[in-house]
């Protein structure tokens, strides 16, 4: 499977922006879906995943009620909504998905909040 993350842009802190993840070559609801981002001089960090079938949510603890992942089956694709975006989300965001134990990621889209 090839995943293509896209939304990323400039936001001022406080605003809101809607990543997307898009699937090509097999059907996405079997998979696990996450996004993870990196900072400038950090480690790349979890973010939020959904996981397939039920579709169970997960969120890093700095999320805080902030953003929501969600995922459009027919659309082969996953979304995840920002909220309350504050300068410290700044990053490269991967999408990323698993299914029997192989890993597959996406490139990364760039979020930029200014303050």
Known sequence: VQLQASGGGSVQAGGSRRLSCSASGRAFINY???WFRQAPGKEREFVSAVKYGVG???YGDF???RFTISRDNAKNT???QMNSLKPEDTAV???YGRRFGIDYWGQGTQ???SS
């Open 32 to 34: 696990t879906v996450a």
């Open 111 to 113: 979020v930029t909040v």
């Open 56 to 58: 169970t949510t997960y």
């Open 78 to 80: 996953v979304f995840l």
């Open 63 to 65: 999320v805080k009620g």
């Open 93 to 95: 965001y991967y999408c």
